[in-house]
């Protein structure tokens, strides 16, 4: 599975963008990235999940380089509700289920 | 339609007891996945389960951990004799075969503590 590699936290305001990258240089052709979310004392919620260019859904958008060594999930004006960990998962869609969560990245929305 | 069940919510034991901690799926699903999440880190693969198979248990502690998803029922993952050690929150997710493997739906998670 391809290492990831993303901040371990980050801060932002109410009403703001917040763009959070993962960079996973040693992605191999098969392999699709994937957010999950996590808040506090509950389990992870699946995100988005993308291949290349962008993905775009009613929670955020996942932008890819051509050459898929990193990846950007942008959260569109955030809200408190969004101050959670952040997951980016790097792997193939098919063959062994077992999901590999990292550090993640630890977002905090001010007020 | 209901998501991924877990019970107990919180599941306090004393060293050298059993835990039993319960998954129920979500409706339609036949892939069952259990995790541990220890304090301050992340989520570790523990075992991967379809009815009545244990097709994944790269991630099972060789002893006094063990898992089963039976015919009928919820899964069931088991920890014997605890420690304090065994103290985390442990999530089960579940997909249908026909899913991303990447796509999984998690419970809310059992948090054993172990005094």
């Known amino acids: 599975l391809a290492k990831t590699t993303q901040p371990i936290s980050m801060d932002s305001y109410e009403g703001q963008e917040v763009n959070i990258t993962c960079s996973h240089n040693?992605?191999?052709?098969?392999?699709?990235i994937t957010w999950y979310q996590q808040f506090p004392s509950q389990g992870p919620r699946f995100i988005i999940q993308g291949y290349k260019t962008k993905v775009t859904n009613e929670v955020a958008s996942l932008f890819i380089p051509a050459d898929r060594k990193s990846s950007t999930l942008s959260l569109p004006r955030v809200s408190l509700s969004d101050t959670a960990v952040y997951y980016c998962l790097v792997g193939p869609d098919t063959g062994r289920r077992a999901l590999t969560f990292g550090s993640g990245t630890r977002l905090q929305v001010q007020p | 339609n209901a998501g991924v069940m877990q019970n107990p919510r919180h599941l306090v034991r004393r060293r050298g007891q059993e835990a039993r901690l319960r998954c129920s799926p979500m409706?339609?699903?036949?892939?069952v996945y259990w995790y541990r999440q220890l304090p301050e880190e992340g989520l570790k693969f523990m075992v991967y389960l379809q009815k009545e198979n244990i097709i994944d248990e790269s991630g099972m502690p060789k002893e006094r951990f063990s898992a089963e998803f039976p015919k009928e029922g919820p899964s069931i993952l088991r920890i014997q004799q605890v420690v304090r050690g065994d103290s985390a929150a442990y999530f089960c997710?579940?997909?249908?075969?026909?899913?991303?493997?990447?796509?999984?739906?998690f419970g809310p998670g059992t948090r054993l503590t172990v005094t």
């Open positions: 040693n992605i191999a052709t098969n392999d699709y």
């Open positions: 409706k339609g699903h036949s892939h």
């Open positions: 997710a579940s997909s249908r075969l026909a899913e991303s493997s990447y796509e999984q739906y």
